[in-house]
């Protein structure tokens, strides 16, 4: 079956231009058999109506674009408008990184709406974008992560350094780096924004590898092979991920990875723990650290760059196969909507005036 899809690209994050390259590819692919658009959601959000055919360098000066500006309709008739008009979609493919767009507030802004939209649900979102919540609720479940610190005044962490810090939201690896002491990583938070809601500080692991795998659950729970990054530094940085090697599907990589059978079933075995806690929706990539046979959860990228597609490449599934899978789940997604069992009026009707109450 075929549908008109909007994929949604941008918005007011770090991650804004990486979000454009992977919605920008997804739309490409998509449209050999739908009716695609753009949803461009700008860094000082507004949003714009663009043809799917844009090319990357298009979105270096933004003015140009900036013609069908969009309206959003909270009501009855939710959805976004342009020239008072409703906007005749089917699906929304989220392609946002980081920020407004993968913490919760762009899935609460489409569940409002009553828009179907690919990709974490509000709940799933907002616990996989905070590493300190991740990080606790996987603690609490007794799988393996390595011990972090939330940066507090007059605290300081009770493990020894070096140590690596996070924001404590955000992805693609941006505000992420050594630092051999606590002193330094204060310094650092002073001067950056991109820890003004939180930031995070972990055991530096030196040796340990990035293992990453790409789940979803529909049509059926499976996974894909398992992917060794080649780095250039002591992390998988962004300009490992992103600007080297032509970007994300162009960076090095050991697909499938070498390693033991028996690291090999943990992670796997880690992985349906993990999506039993945290069901996967669309298409997730789960990020492991491995330190000789010790296998550690690092994190969740929901919306994972390219939506984690190349993953999947030597497992005879093409990249339309994927996108129109997350679409498919998205439609037939039933869990949508609110209750309100219970709200009868019986409570209204039996109290007693409001000044009482107050007095």
Not at 32 to 52: G, M
Not at 267 to 276: C, D, L, P, T
Not at 315 to 344: F, H, R
């Amino acid at each position: 079956m075929n549908y008109k899809i909007a994929v949604i690209i941008g918005g007011p994050s770090p991650e804004h231009d990486i979000s454009v390259l992977t919605g920008l590819q997804s739309a490409r692919v998509l449209s050999s058999k739908n009716e695609v658009s753009i949803i461009y959601w700008t860094k000082d959000n507004k949003w714009f109506l663009l043809d799917s055919k844009l090319e990357s360098t298009d979105f270096v000066d933004t003015s140009k674009l900036k013609k069908k500006e969009l309206q959003l309709n909270l009501g009855k008739n939710g959805g976004f408008y342009y020239k008072r008009k409703a906007l005749d979609i089917d699906i929304f493919i989220n392609s946002c990184h980081g920020g407004p767009g993968e913490d919760g507030t762009l899935q609460g802004l489409l569940d409002i709406m009553n828009l179907n939209y690919t990709g974490p649900n509000l709940t799933s979102a907002q616990i996989c974008m905070d590493k300190y919540v991740f990080y606790a609720l996987m603690k609490e479940n007794n799988l393996p992560v390595l011990e972090k610190f939330k940066i507090q005044d007059e605290k300081k962490p009770n493990f020894d350094g070096p140590y690596v810090l996070k924001p404590q939201f955000g992805g693609s690896s941006i505000g992420v780096e050594v630092v051999d002491n606590y002193e330094t990583a204060l310094k650092i938070i002073e001067s950056s924004d991109l820890y003004e809601k939180g930031a995070l500080l972990e055991r530096y692991l030196e040796n340990a590898e990035d293992l990453l795998i790409g789940v979803r659950n529909y049509p059926v729970f499976n996974f894909s092979q398992i992917e060794k990054p080649i780095r250039n530094t002591n992390l998988f940085s962004y300009e490992d991920k992103y600007l080297n090697n032509g970007g994300l599907e162009g960076s090095k990589r050991e697909l499938p990875v070498s390693i033991s059978k028996e690291a090999e079933n943990k992670i796997i075995e880690y992985v349906k723990q993990i999506n039993n806690i945290i069901p996967s929706r669309g298409i997730v990539r789960y990020d492991f650290l491995k330190i000789e046979e010790e296998i550690y959860i690092n994190e969740i990228n929901t919306i994972p760059g390219s939506h984690a597609l190349y993953l999947w490449k030597n497992l005879n599934v093409s990249k339309y196969e994927l996108l129109m899978d997350i679409v498919e789940e998205a439609l037939s997604d039933t869990s949508k909507g609110w209750s309100v069992q219970g709200s009868d009026g019986v409570a209204l009707k039996s109290a007693t005036d409001i000044q009482s109450k107050l007095g």
